[in-house]
C-alpha cells in the first residue's frame, strides 16, 4: 500500500478543472485506522512508522474506519516547515525515546487525501469528491489537519516562493486515487531560490588535499556568521580550479563561523577569512540548512557587508 505520486510539472495548470496545494517539506505518511483496532502508520514504502509518532498514532475520530494520506511536519526555528526538523525522529523505534523527541519536536499530520472512510473503499471517486468527504471528517483543532486548496495555481505559487515555503502540487478534480502510481494527475512544482552567502571554509575532493569540491558557507545575522551548510553541487572542475585560487591566500587557522559546524562538515575542512561572496540556488529559503545547494558563481561585486541588508 504505496501512496500516489506526484510527477515535476513544468508550468502550473491555469485551466478549470485543476486545484492547488502547498507542497509540504516533511515525511509522508498513511494512516490506516480499522474499527476496533488501533491506527498504523506507513512511510511510502511501506514502512511500519507507528512508534516514531506517539502524538499522531491515534486517528482523532478514534476507531472510525478510516485510511487517509498526508505528510508529517515540524518548523524550524523560523516558523517554517523543515524536514531536516524530522530527521532525528523518524527514524525512532523506542517508544520511550519517540515520547521525548515528540516533547521536544512535536509534529501535525497535514491530510491531504482520504481514500476509506467508515468501510467504504472512495479511492476511485473523483479528487473533488474525496476532498469534499475530508473535509466533513471534522479533523480541525487537532494533531491531524486538512490544509487549505486553492484555485488560483500561479497566486499560490508565488505566495509560497514568497514565504520561503517548498513549493505546490497541483491536482485534477477528476483524479482518482491509484496506490503506488506517479501520475500526471498530480503535478508538484518545487521552488528554487538563489541568493548569496560567505564563505567560511573549503573540503578537497575525496583522496586529494588540493582539488577543491565543497564550499563551507554561512549568512550574516544579528548573532554573526552562522553556518547554513557545504555546497558541492555546481562545482565541476573549472570551477574548482578558480575557487582554489580565490581561497588560497585567504587560509586561517579556525572557523570564521560565529556558530559550531557540525564535525561531519568540519573534519576534513580548511578554514578560510570570511570574505568570499558566492551565490547559491537552493530550494526554499528561511531553513537552518541549505536543502540541495549548488553553486551558482562568485559575486565579485559583493562583500559580506553588503549582505546585512539581503534577509
Known sequence: MRPMLATAGT????????THEVKWDGVRVLADTTRGGA????????NPVTVAWPELNRSPLG?????VD??????????????????DRMHVRNAAAAARLADRLPATYMVFDVMRVDGKDVSGQPLGERRTILRGLGLEHSTWQVPDAYDDGPMLYEATRQQG????VSKRLTSRYVFGERTRSWLKFAHRHRRSYVVGGWRPQEGTADRLAALLVGELTHEGLVYRGRVGSGIGGVQ????????????????????EVPAVDARGTFWVQPVLVV?????????????????RGVRADLT?????TQS
Open 39 to 46: 491506527t498504523r502508520l506507513l512511510s511510502r514504502n511501506e
Open 165 to 168: 515555503l517548498e513549493g505546490i
Open 63 to 67: 476507531d472510525r474506519d478510516l485510511l
Open 304 to 308: 559580506p557587508d553588503d549582505l546585512r
Open 11 to 18: 508550468h502550473v495548470p491555469t485551466e478549470p478543472g485543476w
Open 240 to 259: 574548482s580550479k578558480q575557487l582554489t585560487a580565490l581561497v588560497a591566500p585567504l587560509a586561517r587557522g579556525d572557523s570564521p563561523f560565529d556558530d
Open 70 to 87: 498526508g505528510e508529517v511536519i515540524a518548523l524550524n526555528d523560523r516558523g517554517l516547515p523543515d524536514f531536516r526538523v524530522l530527521q
Open 279 to 295: 551565490d547559491v540556488e537552493t530550494h526554499g529559503v528561511g531553513y537552518t540548512r541549505l536543502r540541495q545547494p549548488s553553486f
